[in-house]
């Protein structure tokens, strides 16, 4: 009996994975499985009136960034803004995490702001003129401009890794297909999860290698 026997009827098990490593994962699973250095951030948050934002399109890593960070402020506290009101509440932390944080309301801009709490900021607008009428000192990060073939295909094989099911050879993606994705999608990190996501249930049921592009 081979080690994956036991494991055959799982639909992944003969890529020696437990599941699609492209779906949804957890918000702990996505901080875990970052690819980011938030040490920098991390000393920056250590007092009031400081402020954080990173500023980027939808799907280049602004979100992972937050959670990555939460993982280093027991205290902190996180709110995602949806598209469409109300607003949630925003809870008391240190640091003050805030998702989206272009669709908060002027009200709900105004309460935040003239906390005084350090606040990490995901935002598709620069918001560092209303901090600093507050008094935040402000630093601003572009998210997505740093998102190379080379990282592209560190953070895609990290998940691929973490699907793992058992001892033995997995997937994996080639520099020449991270090469590949970005020049399709640029550095919309999402979208190419989205892509290969879709390519790997089309391929459940086939027999041979994946096959990561076309």
Known sequence: MTKLTKFAWLPWSRFNLHRNPFGELTRQERAELAVVNVDHIVALLNENMKAVQFIGACGRG???RMLKLK???PDASYAYVPENPPCPAI?????VLIDEAQRLSRAARHCVFA?????VLATH???SRSLRKYGYTVHTE?????????LVRQLLNRRIEASRLSDGPIPELPLEHAERLVRDFGSDIRSMENDLY????????RNGEVRFID
């Open 198 to 205: 879709e390519r790997f249930q089309r391929q459940v049921d």
């Open 71 to 73: 993982m280093q402020f």
């Open 115 to 119: 906390s005084g709490y350090p606040l």
């Open 62 to 64: 602004k979100t992972t």
């Open 91 to 95: 809870e008391v932390g240190s640091p």
């Open 142 to 150: 572009q998210i997505g401009e740093g998102n190379s073939p080379e």
């Open 125 to 127: 607008q620069d918001l």
